[in-house]
């Protein structure tokens, strides 16, 4: 279940909403707020009451302010991320937690805290906060940053697009990615096609075909 739903609004910018069926509203008892002002009780019960009032008092703000933190850092998230918005998962673009907390004016780990574990639903679907993170590789083509999730869906696309019979290795796939302005090292599209669970180019070979 998400945490922010984003949509896009007729004017093409996009509303942050954060979802609240699921949570519970939380405030302090009219009855006790009653009872700590009437002064006939005793003075030590009343002063108990109005201490445990400030406490009450300070998690409601923080939680206020929690909420308001992640608003603030969602929607400078889809600020930056707009293309992928837009266009899809191809556009993302490399985003560093530390660009998010200087645009909202926060440490990074009030950031990180804040993204933790959430999920945001777009128009592109539903993802981890977290999925908008991530560092990336410039294409000397382009001169353009390009983000890692993007290089792991070009590396998709050149294994969906070999020949089964004779399928790329690891050091083709590099070839591939050269031809297409990347300088993308053997370790990495190594580890992304492990991470993406897409065996060897050994195991993928299609013998029958072969």
Not at 14 to 30: A, G, H, M, Y
Not at 57 to 85: C, E, G, M, P, Y
Not at 183 to 191: I, N, P, S
């Amino acid at each position: 279940m998400p945490d922010i739903v984003v949509t896009r609004t007729d004017d093409d910018d996009f509303e942050i909403k954060l979802t609240n069926d699921w949570t519970p509203n939380v405030r302090i008892s009219r009855k006790y707020v009653d009872l700590a002002k009437d002064k006939s009780y005793d003075p030590k019960t009343r002063e108990y009451l109005q201490s445990k009032f400030r406490s009450a008092s300070w998690i409601i703000d923080a939680i206020q302010q929690r909420r308001a933190t992640l608003t603030k850092v969602t929607r400078a998230i889809i600020n930056h991320q707009r293309a992928f918005l837009d266009k899809g998962p191809d556009f993302i673009q490399p985003l560093k937690m530390e660009q998010i907390a200087e645009q909202v004016g926060v440490h990074v780990t009030t950031v990180s805290r804040a993204v933790d574990d959430k999920w945001v639903e777009t128009p592109r679907g539903i993802f981890p906060l977290k999925r908008f993170f991530g560092g990336g590789t410039l294409n000397k083509d382009t001169g353009l940053n390009v983000a890692w999730e993007t290089i792991k869906q070009k590396l998709l696309e050149i294994i969906g697009d070999e020949n089964k019979s004779k399928p790329h290795s690891d050091e083709e796939i590099v070839e591939k990615f050269k031809a297409q302005g990347f300088d993308v090292a053997r370790r990495t599209v190594t580890k992304y096609r492990e991470a993406l669970k897409i065996p060897s180019s050994r195991q993928r070979r299609d013998w029958v075909k072969g």
